[in-house]
């Protein structure tokens, strides 16, 4: 079965960088999930300096919506995904559901992520790397859409986990590996 590999952190913390190199260790054809939408100077910038740490080797595939229906065909195309981010990714979802029920919202979310999740784990082999920001640190947002974001993520971020094989979390530059340190708490016999 393929590794699910979960990097969170905050803005700037090292995530993404840490992902890159990961998936650079891994031998084999390798694929970038690109999932920001370039709408302006500045994001165009931010999308410049992460393709330029990118080996050229490396294949892209820009998925600004619409991973459910493409994910086993990118699968196909390359041995070890890096997914940068799911983050942005979801924010594209909300925004294009403007409006809608937020209980809506987050089911089908969270039926797109489960089979987005369920097609790569489920592929022979290879790595499926995700970075996910850690939005749940700060205070509770003032606006509805914001607090509903952060919810959202943080459901998201909550199943991806419980996925993976392997969740990193990256403060500061530095980043340790946290699922195998989680706390399991005692059976309660009755």
């Known amino acids: 079965m393929a590794r699910i590999v979960l990097v969170t952190g905050g803005a700037r913390s ?4 840490f992902a890159e ?11 970038y999930i690109a999932t920001a939408q370039v709408l302006d100077d500045e994001m165009a ?5 992460h393709r330029s740490r990118r080996p050229a080797s490396w294949q ?7 991973l459910r229906d493409r994910i086993a ?10 997914l940068d981010c799911l983050t942005l990714y979801f924010s594209n979802f909300l925004l294009q559901r403007d409006g809608d029920d937020f209980s809506h919202i987050l089911k089908e979310a969270e039926e ?35 607090r509903q974001y952060r919810d959202l993520i943080g459901f998201l971020n909550q ?7 392997e969740v990193y979390l990256s403060v500061c530059g530095i980043t340790i590996e946290i699922k195998s340190r989680q706390v399991t708490l005692p059976v309660r016999e009755e």
Not at 45 to 49: E, F, P, S, T, W
Not at 73 to 82: G, N, T
């Open 45 to 49: 910038d931010r999308v410049a300096r």
């Open 14 to 17: 090292g995530k993404s960088q």
């Open 112 to 146: 797109e992520w489960d089979k987005v999740l369920r097609t790569a784990g489920q592929r022979p082999g290879g790595t499926f790397v995700i970075v996910t920001n850690e939005l749940g640190s700060g205070i509770v947002p003032m606006a509805k859409v914001s």
């Open 159 to 165: 199943r991806t986990a419980a996925a993976a094989d």
């Open 73 to 82: 065909s990118i699968l196909q195309q390359a041995d070890h995904i890096l």
């Open 21 to 31: 190199q990961y998936l650079e260790a891994c031998p084999g054809r390798h694929g």
């Open 60 to 66: 892209t595939f820009e998925v600004p919506s619409g």
